[in-house]
């Protein structure tokens, strides 16, 4: 029997985890595709490479010195955690891959912690050791102080650690020696992380992943806990709530390389993929056809948020979508929940609309971002953070944020995160820039990221994760500045929006469409304004005295999608299609919204 290994690959954002696991299938040679150098192969998805970010966690495999390594990417940011519960149940051992610069953050701490209470073997790999003001040895010290602050046994307090740069492709013992390639680290991962034990008995699988082929549909992945599975095999699964179902394994596949292979049967230890199940959730357990027994279900956080989904019945609706019924929605929701374990879904208030709960802005944003790009039509409320009562008393979710950025910003930064109800807990010096460390309610982190990147000129590296709930923090002072609300449907005008630029900032350019209701701009005041923008300038038959000045507008603001969902206020929505992003009131009429507002007024 082969021997394996099972590897969860733990970094935070951007420190270069995606590059090692390339590298390391470069060096088995593993793969001829990888000669095109530069190609990220792990992150695959559109959203994924633009972002730079790890959403969804993959499997690959690599043989060395006749060992098959499963290593499996994790994703970096908390708001993934659902990902990472599911991965690291298929592992022994972690890469904790941490930047040489940056040292350890947020984002690394919460999956380390997750690793650590599983306990699992770490091997530390200090990367980016080519970059100027490098600091391996204070890094290496901060990683043990971290690991030991999370009650890490002495066993994983014990870890080795490899030096190196996955970009130039070298690792070794000592960060002032290169070495040619990365054999010291796939050297430290045969001899540091356990082979997984062998357990004799009845199959038994925990399903922690799933993949989806359009010829066979979709795809069970998971750890053989126990004994061995066999193609064509009959099985009991067993789901929730002690449902069990017989059913059959059509085909097992194991990772080989960047895809996979047909075996026959797999061994107690080896992750591997299950085709022909029926109806499998997350967390339901393959077990023996006589004698089933089940496997405990992942554990997943609860969400921390969220956010109203409906159909798009703006004016412009069905113009640049595919999918824009409320049955596509609800199919495309539902579908979602199968793969997306951090994520519920709830009938909305009304028929045509849904609560979507999830982890945070970035993991709903990334989900809206998805479905876009497949040609749908949606409208998206503001997104609400859920509280929580604990022993009589009104609780919210507290993160934890750090901030890095150069000295002469640091009274800015302090003070926009101390107004929205943010306790300063640390600041260090770390050469020319400053690391600041807060406690923050989740809600005083909408929209701060951005207000901070404008008032740092870009140079704020912004990081956060959930600590837990606290008592009710008190009310933030929320966006102040009002909204500027287009009365006509028609093309905005150059002419009009000049002569409107005292009152406010705009959204959009002149030429482009726009509707009654449409958000179009922010007004200079704290109240909204109804402007029109579609008005002409009026021809006479009077010559002017001097030639009429060429109009100058200022380029538009242009939102992110994230940006966009902190920035609206209750009554207002996204609109979000394959082409554009507006943003508009929930009620279009000027008329009828008067008469609302004094409806709630009296």
């Known amino acids: 029997m082969q021997e394996i290994r099972n590897i969860a690959i733990i970094a935070h954002v951007d420190h270069g985890k995606t590059t090692l696991v390339d590298r390391m299938i470069y060096q088995a040679r593993q793969s001829r595709e990888q000669e095109k150098l530069g190609e990220l192969i792990l992150d695959s998805n559109d959203l994924e490479r633009e972002r730079g970010i790890t959403i969804l966690a993959k499997n690959v495999s690599v043989i060395y010195k006749g060992v098959k390594i ?15 519960e599911r991965v690291l149940n298929m592992a022994d051992g972690v890469i904790l891959l941490v930047d040489a610069f940056e040292g350890c953050m947020p984002q690394t701490r919460f999956v380390l ?32 102080d971290l690991m030991f602050s999370l009650g890490a046994t002495e066993d994983q307090l014990d870890f ?27 050297d430290t991962i045969l001899e540091v992380i356990p082979a997984p034990e062998v357990v004799e008995g009845t199959p038994q699988m925990l399903i922690s992943s799933l993949e989806y082929s359009p010829y066979v549909g979709r795809i069970a992945v998971g750890r053989v806990t126990r004994g061995s599975l066999q193609t064509g095999m009959n099985i009991t699964l067993c789901k929730r709530y002690d449902i069990q179902q017989k059913q059959k394994i059509k085909e097992l596949m194991i990772f080989d390389g960047l895809g996979k292979s047909k075996v026959e049967e797999v061994r107690c230890g080896d992750i591997c993929a299950v085709v022909g199940l029926d109806g499998f959730e997350i967390g339901d357990t393959v077990a023996d056809f006589e004698n089933p027994e089940a496997l405990p279900p992942i554990e997943v956080d609860e969400p921390t948020m969220s956010m109203l989904f409906c159909i798009n019945n703006s004016p412009f609706f069905g113009k640049e979508g595919k999918f824009v019924t409320s049955r596509h929605l609800k199919e495309r929701l539902e579908k979602e929940l199968e793969k997306n374990l951090a994520l519920r879904v709830k009938p909305g208030p009304n028929a045509d609309s849904f609560i979507v709960y999830g982890r945070g802005v970035l993991h709903l944003s990334v989900l809206i971002e998805t479905m876009r790009r497949e040609g749908f039509e949606l409208q998206v409320g503001q997104p609400k953070v859920l509280d929580k ?10 993160e934890n944020l750090t901030i890095d950025l150069p000295e002469e910003f640091v009274g800015r930064a302090i003070e926009m995160v101390t107004r929205r109800k943010g306790a300063l807990i ?62 006509e449907t028609g093309l905005s005008v150059a002419y009009s929006m000049d002569k409107l630029q005292d009152r406010g900032r705009f959204f959009i350019e002149p030429g482009v469409e726009i509707y009654e209701g449409q958000v179009v701009g922010e007004h200079t005041r704290d109240r909204d304004l109804n402007i029109n923008i579609c008005k002409t300038k009026k021809l006479t038959n009077m010559r002017a005295s001097g030639s009429d000045d060429k109009v100058m507008l200022p380029p538009p603001i242009v939102f992110s999608l994230e940006e966009a969902l902190e920035y609206i206020q209750e009554d207002e929505l996204v609109e979000v299609t394959p082409k554009s992003m507006r943003l508009r009131k929930i009620i279009l009429n000027e008329l009828e919204r008067k008469r609302k507002s004094s409806e709630i007024n009296c």
């Open 389 to 398: 009562v604990i022993g009589g008393q009104r609780c919210e979710p507290i």
């Open 160 to 186: 080795r650690t490899v030096y190196g740069s996955a970009k130039q492709g070298w690792m070794s013992y000592d960060w002032r020696e290169p070495s040619n390639d990365i054999t010291p680290l796939l």
């Open 426 to 487: 640390q600041m260090e010096g770390r050469g020319d820039r400053t690391h600041l460390e807060f406690d923050i309610p989740s809600r005083g982190l909408m929209g701060l990221r951005s207000n901070l990147l404008t008032a740092t000129q870009g140079e704020a590296v912004v990081a956060h994760r959930l600590k837990g709930y606290e008592p009710y923090k008190g009310d933030i002072e929320r966006r102040t500045n009002g909204s500027l609300v287009s009365l």
């Open 113 to 144: 912690q997750k690793a650590i209470e599983m306990g699992k073997k770490p091997v530390l790999v200090i990367n980016k050791v080519d970059k100027l003001n490098c600091r391996p040895e204070e890094v290496q010290e901060e990683v043990f």
């Open 70 to 84: 499963n290593v499996i990417d994790t994703p970096g940011h908390s708001d993934f955690g659902g990902e990472v």
